[in-house]
């Protein structure tokens, strides 16, 4: 928490250098990844059978316990466990949506780094679970947020409905800049967002048929009400869909019309001229 103003520092120098720098944020103070990333890179090397034959000598399993919980108390964790919450557990899927914290007072153990330290190792020995990492700052999302060299991207998935408990970004993060961020907090102003969300990731990636309403160009295009659009997901009720988005057209075709989903599916993935497979799309 509280780095950003030394992060963008570093952009803004580099930049000065005429580095060609730029990044992408979604609008979340919590992050999503797996229970390894709990873990030191090099304890994973080699796979779980190394990991596994690590974890059994004493030593280096005393080393590793020790780096997860400078993790939970100086990084994901941000000082305790309760910080860090199951999303998708392939395992167990009971585990969704219940800390680290609840974890190891369910083993019978109390809540301390040290003891959620071993609960981690026990959740990766079982095969991990993707968890939800509630350690960044609000404060730092809209320094981010506003930085003129910044993106705005979700860093989600296609989900659908189901048991799990996954990051809400894959189902609000751009309505969230538009409800939250625009309207509520007046943090950047509703053009600035839309250029953050479609011309500037477009050019930046080399999609240079997109972004922009021109003629020519792919259209693309999301109606909305400023007014009210915004996201429904939470944390804890992540499978929601945003609200305040009448029309969407996607390659042209109508895939929301009048608020409702239509049966055209004309969506492609999209690659930028860096792709090994060449420039098409």
């Keep these: 928490m509280g780095g950003s103003e030394k992060v963008l520092a570093l952009f803004d120098e580099a930049r000065r250098r005429g580095v060609d720098a730029t990044l992408d944020q979604y609008p979340y103070t919590a992050s999503s990844t797996g229970t390894a990333a709990m873990f030191p890179q090099w304890s994973m090397a080699g796979g779980a059978k190394a990991l596994r034959e690590r974890l059994a000598a004493p030593e280096t399993r005393a080393k590793i316990k020790a780096q997860i919980v400078d993790v939970l108390r100086d990084g994901r964790g941000a000082g305790d466990a309760k910080n860090v919450v199951m999303a998708v557990c392939g395992f167990d899927p009971k585990l969704a949506g219940k800390s680290l914290a609840e974890l190891t007072q369910a083993a019978g153990r109390q809540p301390t780094l040290e003891n959620a330290a071993e609960t981690a190792i026990e959740i990766q020995l079982k095969g991990g679970c993707s968890a939800i990492y509630h350690a960044m700052d609000e404060a730092d999302v809209e320094r981010f947020l506003r930085a003129p060299y910044t993106m705005i991207a979700s860093d989600g998935e ?21 409800g939250r961020y625009v309207r509520e907090r007046r943090a950047i102003t509703l053009e600035e967002a839309v250029r953050k969300m479609s011309s500037f990731p477009a050019s930046r990636f080399g999609l ?3 972004g922009l309403l021109r003629p020519g160009m792919k259209a693309d295009i999301a109606v909305f009400d400023p007014a009210t659009a915004g996201d429904t997901a939470t944390f804890t009720k992540p499978h929601a869909y945003a609200v305040g988005f009448r029309h969407v057209v996607v390659n042209g075709k109508a895939v929301i019309l009048d608020g409702k989903v239509t049966q055209a599916r004309p969506g492609k993935v999209l ?5 090994a497979g060449g420039a098409q799309r």
């Design 158 to 178: 296609v989900m659908a409905p189901g048991p799990s408990v996954p990051h809400p970004r894959s189902y609000g993060a751009f309505a969230r800049v538009l």
């Design 271 to 275: 690659y930028g001229p860096g792709w």
């Design 208 to 210: 240079h048929d997109r």
